[in-house]
């Protein structure tokens, strides 16, 4: 039988290239529903192509489109369409490719139904991750992460037992400002910003691996997956992007997990997981590539790692802000209405207004992101202005 799958952001990067993953399996895989935010033409164009049948659309004017141009499916709206589309497509696994917090509601409904999770919204795990990652213990669902780092991790972990891993270290590219001093950040512009050294990702994650955010979020990230107490976790920076991460055991052996950087492969993990099958990547030449440098994360001039690891510390809502904060600022930032440096500036000051309270359910993580996200924007606002 082949795995019924949902596909959630599915016209975006991650999803775009889960189609192509999808499309080698031969009967392994079969999609049976897929979502965007609005891109309903291009949504379609995928229905057709993968035989599916039902799609969503969160914007209601997008949705409405759609269900007048195609009379062969069922098109949901609103954030209400998305998940009734993960709770009566009838899947086996749902990959989460949504980008920023609203993947959160979507990563609960697809757990709470006991659904395994191919995670690429890695900001579900940054809101929510206690509260996330007990419901998939309560439900016996599985996450399987699809960023490239931890699944690289998921991976390495895979054959460990407990209490004989020391350190995850995570690897960063460095993003295209690497080595910059902050005062030469200061004009940086979006084209530069979005010009990634090693991958081609979205606009927002691509901003976020420039301004190192990217690597903020995945330490909160590796945290709920596996586990691992902030201050066994590491990052180091490795401009190559083949060592996608490495474990420290305590027997004094370090494991690495390399390839070259195609996302396409941490995302054929998690849709065949447990099992592997081919991926048309290069085999690692490492005599070609002659040499892998790491040097260490210059956290001074790009404070939102700093600023990361403070509010996982702070723990409770402090993430939630964080999160919500970044991508007011991110927005505002690829609009052309704030400066690159003062996306930490606004992250900062974001968390300074609203300390850190007690996370009491899924329902008081969605009030905090909608407070953290009128603040940030009143910030953006104040500096727009003056
Ligand atoms: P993208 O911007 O290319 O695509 C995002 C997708 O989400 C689109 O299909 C869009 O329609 C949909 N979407 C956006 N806002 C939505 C909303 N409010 N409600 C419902 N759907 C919405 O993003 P991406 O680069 O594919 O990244 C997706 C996720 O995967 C992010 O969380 C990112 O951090 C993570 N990720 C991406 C990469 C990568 O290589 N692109 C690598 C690792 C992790
Ligand atoms: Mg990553």
Sequence with gaps: MPRRLAILGSTGSIGVQALDVVSRSGEDLNVVALSAASAWEQLLSQAREYGVRRIALSDQDAAARAGEAWTDGEVLAGADGLVRLITECECDMVLNAIVGSAGLVPTVATLGEGLDLALANKESLVVGGELVTQLAEATSAAIIPVDSEHSALYQLLASERPGTVDRLILTASGGPFRGRAAAELEDVTVEQALAHP?????????????????????????HHLFGTPYEQIDVVVHPQSIVHSLIQLCDGATLAHLGYPDMRVPISYALHHPERVDVPVRPLDLVAL????????????????????????????????????NEIAVHAFLAGRLRFTEIAAVIEETLAQLPAERVHSFESLGEADAHARRVAAELVADRAAA
């Design 198 to 222: 090693t991958w081609e990702m979205g606009g927002k994650i691509t901003i976020d691996s420039a301004t190192l955010m990217n690597k903020g979020l995945e330490l909160i990230e590796a």
């Design 290 to 325: 002659g040499a892998l440098t790491f040097e260490p994360v210059d956290e001074q001039t790009f404070a939102c790692l700093r600023l990361a690891r403070e509010a996982a510390l702070a723990g409770g809502t402090a993430p939630c802000t964080l999160n919500a904060a």
